[in-house]
């Protein structure tokens, strides 16, 4: 099955969401890394369909719906999601917090996955401060319409192994 014809679904390669804009149709992919160091990370006790790893990446609140805390794209070119605040960027697309990992990555095939800095080049951050230690970040990418067609992000949460 093409990747591309993919719902709503959160696991890695398993299927992207559209996203129809003023700009052209953007796609994103949420994703976690598929070999967890922590204990629980990919178990769902509360049963919202997020795993454990994601809830704490993205800084879920219990009294919001679900799938409105995950990445996504709010305009053609902006890529948002919640993150752990007082950690370390590598780029903009490489953030470490703790003992996360997030990477903002891009594909138009879905088998090669690439930083998107790598692709895109430079991109603008702007981040607030948010509850319990975390930060909304927005990123407004250098994607036009037509020319970047067929492209798929992911923000891919990795827990390090602190050993």
Known sequence: MDPSQGSNVYLADLGPE????????????????TTPVGPGDLEDPDGNGIVVLLEEAFLFDSTLPADSQMPHMAAADVLVYNRKSGGEANGWDLYRADDLEYRVEVTSDFHTWRLASEVLGRATVSSEARHAGG??????????SGVNSGTYFRVQVKRLDKG
């Open 135 to 144: 930060e909304r970040v927005a990123l407004q990418l250098p994607v036009r």
């Open 18 to 33: 559209s996203s129809t804009t003023v700009g052209g149709t953007l796609n994103k992919l949420r994703t976690i890394e």
